[in-house]
Structure formats: C-alpha cells, structure tokens
C-alpha cells in the first residue's frame, strides 16, 4: 500500500467572497507540487477566515499574520513541509550564507 500523501485545506471567507483567492492557490499548490501532494480541498467558512493547513497542521492564518501569503511564500511554506530538500527554481528564496 502507498502511504498517502498529505492533504493541503484551505478555510475561505465566503462574506469576504476569497473563494477565488483560495482556488487560485489550491491551483497554484496543484501545480508546483502535483507530485507531493495528494489533494488540496477547499472549505467555505465565514468571520473573514482564511486559514491554510497541511494535514491539520496550521502553516497561515489570514488574522494571525494580518494578511494574505503571496503565493511564493506559501509555496515556501509548503515545500518546507511536504518536499524540504525540493528546490522551487525562481519562487526560491535566496540562500541563507549568514
């Protein structure tokens, strides 16, 4: 049996009408990482939420960190998590030499 592969779900304002923001990302995510990941699901909710988690592991909260991720960063977020020794080519950040 394949071990499963992990599951990015992102929580959207409805109110705010951010489902378009949401599938624009889940398509970006589904893209980059078509090959790490094993869904990426989208879930309405209301209060201005917009909270993204890789298998119920908080990686951004829209209120915590008073705001959006542009989408370079959240593909950081969730190479970091799922395919760290991946590289991301130009959404790369540069290499810490400190």
């Known amino acids: 049996m394949k071990p499963m592969k992990p599951t990015v779900s992102i ?3 409805t109110q705010c009408r951010w489902l378009l923001r ?3 990302m889940a398509q970006e995510l589904l893209t980059t ?3 790490e990941l094993g869904a990426v699901s989208l879930h309405p909710g209301t209060g201005g939420i917009f909270h993204i988690a890789i298998d119920g592991r908080e990686i951004w ?3 915590a960190r008073d705001g ?3 989408i ?3 593909k950081q977020l ?3 998590a799922v395919a760290p020794e991946r590289s991301l080519g130009h959404s790369d ?3 810490d030499h400190g």
Do not use: G, I, M
Request: aromatic content about 16%.
């Open 11 to 13: 929580e959207y304002c």
């Open 22 to 24: 949401a599938a624009w």
């Open 33 to 35: 990482f078509e090959d």
């Open 61 to 63: 909260d829209r209120k």
């Open 68 to 70: 959006f991720p542009d």
């Open 72 to 74: 370079k960063q959240l």
């Open 78 to 80: 969730v190479r970091d």
């Open 93 to 95: 950040r540069p290499a």
